[in-house]
Structure formats: structure tokens, C-alpha cells
């Protein structure tokens, strides 16, 4: 059985660009998180989503957006791209909404902005 | 909003040894904590978790104690091994959301 599934593994953008990370659930899990987690620090929530529906949203800029599609894959975008948003990008799936289930994490997208 | 705090940032211990690490939080509502146990280049990995009605859990090496009152929640390794050296993260279900704020994350360092 396939654990969380993120793409790509590693990118490097210009300050300014664009960006689109991607995010496939383990099956039958209908919830996914994205945390972004910044060199020596612990991840910090940017959104949920449940059943294609935003359910939560972290203290981050209009910059980032995310969506979730009806597989339940979900996609994280970031736009106008900051040095500071260089960090490891976490997707985490579980089963259904709220924080009762323990999250698993994918490997993660390692985004470097120059 | 929820706030965990993390302690120590860095912690050393000879192997066979236990090891500590205690997480203190901000809300009282709070009643799911979680504990990741993240290696060099890899994912967090849940290691063990407790809920808000239970006060003590345990899985083989590994258990974690939960103080409601004082809001305070503790992993607990045993007989540590080189391959328990990692960054440990606890976290706290965020009353009202659908968020984990987490810790800042302990260093283990297993010293064969």
C-alpha cells in the first residue's frame, strides 16, 4: 500500500516565479495538510483540505493557495516567490477532518528559492 | 491560539541510557498530542500519541505522559540506541481547527 506521495522531491525557483507541489493521499484517505517546515524549526500549517473543501487555513500571505481534487490529490501553489519561502514542504494525509488522527507525512518537496 | 513550547533543544545520552523530552502547551481544549520522530533528509514519522482521556501510554521503548493540569505531556525513551538519534517533535491538536501546532524540536543524540 502507497504511503503519501509528493512531487518533485527537490526544486529550485527565482525569487519572483511560481510554483506548483503535489500531493497524492494514501488510499481511501479523504484529508490532506500542507506544513511548511523552515531549516531547524517545526512544521508550521499552511492549509487543510477535506472532501475537496477548504477546511483551515495557517497564518501565511494570499501568495500561497491550495486545492484538492476529486481523487483527493491536492496541489500547494505559490506565487511571487520569496527567499523565505525556501523550506521543506510537507504533505500529511489522514482518514477524515480534524486533528483526532495522527498525520503521516509524505518525504516532502525541498524548495530552494535564489 | 495553541502554543507549545519544547524542551531541551538538544539533548545527549550515552546508549542504554533514557531519555526526556518535555512539551508544556497553552490551551486547556487541546486533547490530541502527537510525537514525530524526524531522522536527516527524511519525513517526520508518527512515534507514538496520546489523547486528552488517557494519562500515560506505552509502546515497548517508548511512552508518553500527559499532565491536564499542568499541561504538560513528556516522551520517555528507555535503553536508547544509536538509532534513536533524530530530531523529536511533539505536537498539540489546535482547539477549533484542523491544525497540530508543534514544538521546536528536540536533537536526540545517542553517544554509543
Known amino acids: 500500500d502507497a504511503g503519501v506521495t509528493q512531487s518533485p522531491t527537490h526544486l529550485i525557483k527565482t525569487r519572483g516565479q511560481q510554483v506548483t507541489l503535489r500531493c497524492s493521499p494514501i488510499s481511501g484517505h479523504k484529508s490532506v495538510s500542507w506544513y511548511q517546515q523552515v531549516l531547524g524549526q517545526g512544521p508550521q500549517f499552511i492549509f487543510q483540505y477535506y472532501e475537496k473543501e477548504e477546511r483551515g487555513r495557517g497564518n501565511f500571505p494570499d501568495r500561497f493557495s491550495a486545492r484538492q481534487f476529486p481523487n483527493y490529490s491536492s496541489e500547494l501553489n505559490v506565487n511571487a516567490l520569496l527567499l523565505g519561502d525556501s523550506a521543506l514542504y510537507l504533505c500529511?494525509?489522514?482518514?477524515?477532518?480534524?486533528?483526532?488522527?495522527?498525520?503521516?507525512f509524505g518525504s516532502g518537496t525541498r524548495l530552494t528559492v535564489v | 491560539g495553541e502554543n507549545v513550547e519544547q524542551h531541551p533543544s538538544t539533548l545527549s545520552v550515552q546508549e542504554g541510557d533514557s531519555a526526556v523530552i518535555k512539551c508544556t502547551y497553552s490551551?486547556?481544549?487541546?486533547?490530541?498530542f502527537p510525537w514525530y520522530k524526524q531522522e536527516l533528509g527524511k519525513r517526520p514519522q508518527l512515534i507514538i500519541d496520546?489523547?486528552?482521556?488517557?494519562g500515560e501510554k506505552k509502546d515497548q521503548r517508548i511512552a508518553v505522559t500527559l499532565n491536564k493540569t499542568a499541561k504538560h505531556f513528556s516522551l520517555h525513551i528507555t535503553e536508547t540506541q544509536p538509532e534513536d538519534s533524530a530530531v523529536y517533535f511533539c505536537?498539540?491538536?489546535?482547539?477549533?481547527?484542523?491544525?497540530?501546532?508543534f514544538g521546536t524540536g528536540t536533537r536526540l543524540k545517542v553517544l554509543a
Open positions: 505536537a498539540a491538536s489546535d482547539p477549533g481547527t484542523y491544525k497540530y501546532i
Open positions: 490551551d486547556s481544549a487541546s486533547n490530541y
Open positions: 500529511a494525509s489522514n482518514p477524515g477532518p480534524g486533528a483526532v488522527y495522527g498525520y503521516t
Open positions: 496520546i489523547r486528552s482521556n488517557v
